[in-house]
């Protein structure tokens, strides 16, 4: 049975805090130094400058040379673990293409492991889209 | 930039991708979008879809239209912007929104 992690992180702002603190540390150890061109590269507050805690996204990286991660969490709610990801060509910050990896979980334990085989595989290794598709179904399905 | 990027400053697009769909409902104009248009161009993207295709995502574009709104009431969003509502169960079903330049979703243009 499945553990969920940062349960009510979308009703608590301080378990969002630890949550996004999570997944920057994650990064952290994943990439390889100097890797990371900038982190949260996506909007999450509205023009007021009030912040969206809505987990979508919870965290976003953009890669060197052209690569980016997005990851999308929503409430925990699922007897199964509820994951799923795919790449998308997508403009990056200065008008330039990028390959993002996107996954959207409910966090837990098994889908917090899944996520981070998939985020090595896409950030560490020379792989493209296509091939990356494929790993994605082999791991979720 | 060119006379004609200032002019088409905000733009993005609103999409429904995944498990064979790929529809898109694209804006690029002088101002910056108001919730009225997007929420049309939401109804557009809808209209696009089969039965089934919508059916599947009939929740995601609810929580799509939430969002529109919801930022309506904060005075806009910001390019870059990204949005995915992915459908329950699904490898990649969704819903997506983009604010690719510019601002958008104001309460009025």
Redesign the interface.
Known sequence: MQKFLFENFLNNKKVYALNEIFWARQLDKLLPSGSIEKKN???T????G?KMY?G??IF?VLIKPDKAI?I?Q?QPE?DQP?I???VDI??G?NGHQVQEL?I?MELSDVTRDLAIQLMRTWSTMRISAGEMEVA??ER?? | MTKKEEILEHRGRLQA??GGVEESENWAQTKPLSVKNALELLRRLIAKLSLKDYERRKREFGKAEQ?IVG?GE?????????????V?????E?VDI???GG?AF?AEE
């Open positions: 590269w996506l909007h507050r509205y023009a007021n009030k809505n979508n996204p976003s997005r999308i929503e699922s509820e799923g990801a795919w997508r403009e910050e996107v959207s994605i179904q979720v399905g | 991708q995944g969002f930022v904060n005075g806009g969003i910001y390019a870059k912007t990204s949005q995915s509502f992915k329950k169960g699904s490898k990649d969704r983009e604010v690719l601002k104001v």
